[in-house]
């Protein structure tokens, strides 16, 4: 029962499958194996699934223990370049949709969104809770006018962060 730990900071595990292939190698069974692992790793190991598919691998004739590069559709929408062309999108209209930004800037939606929230650090406000609040009491509204009120003066900074959108994308804050 041999397992030689050998350390490196990889995400990918490259550790652990030298384990596993090492392990295969020496005849251990897959039961044996993943005892080992999960006593060597402890909370840090691989799953039963993963040491299983791994040791099928080996035993097709595999001896790479990286993994195959994944094929499908790059991430090529999120650049740097199209972060640039929402930001002067915005600074230049700020009542653009998020829909107007996919038309104008050929962006899929998904992208302008994850480029408004996690790249340019915008916060969606929905839009119901302006829309729908000019159909119920005065009470309400004057709750929502008082929250608006409360965060402009907690960030003095929020309104240089709107962006306006139709009735159902909301508000960017």
């Known amino acids: 029962m041999y397992c030689v730990t050998i350390v490196f ?8 499958r030298i384990c596993i ?10 039961t044996e194996s993943i005892r080992m692992i999960k006593k060597a790793f402890r909370d840090d ?5 993963q040491i299983k ?15 195959d590069p994944c094929s499908g559709r790059p991430a090529t929408s999120g650049t740097p370049k199209n972060v640039e062309h ?17 038309e104008d800037l050929g962006i899929p939606q998904t992208i302008v969104s994850e480029i408004l929230t996690e790249d340019l ?8 809770l ?8 005065r009470r309400n509204r004057a709750e929502v ?17 709107v962006m306006t959108g139709d009735e159902v994308m909301g508000l960017w804050l």
């Not at 006018?145 to 962060?161: F, G, I, Q, S, Y």
């Open 21 to 30: 292939k090492f392990c295969f190698k020496l005849g251990h069974l897959t």
């Open 121 to 128: 650090g915008k916060k969606y406000l929905a839009a119901n």
């Open 145 to 161: 006018a008082e929250d608006m009120l409360e965060t402009t003066n907690n960030d003095p900074d929020v309104l240089k962060k």
């Open 86 to 102: 929402v930001w002067a999108a915005i600074n230049e209209n700020r009542r653009l949709t998020v829909r107007e930004l996919e």
């Open 45 to 49: 190991s691989v799953g039963e699934i």
């Open 9 to 16: 900071t990889m995400t990918e595990r490259v550790d652990q």
């Open 53 to 67: 598919f791994w040791y099928r691998r080996f035993k097709d004739g595999r001896e790479s223990v990286v993994t």
């Open 130 to 137: 302006f829309h729908g609040s000019y159909h119920k009491s």
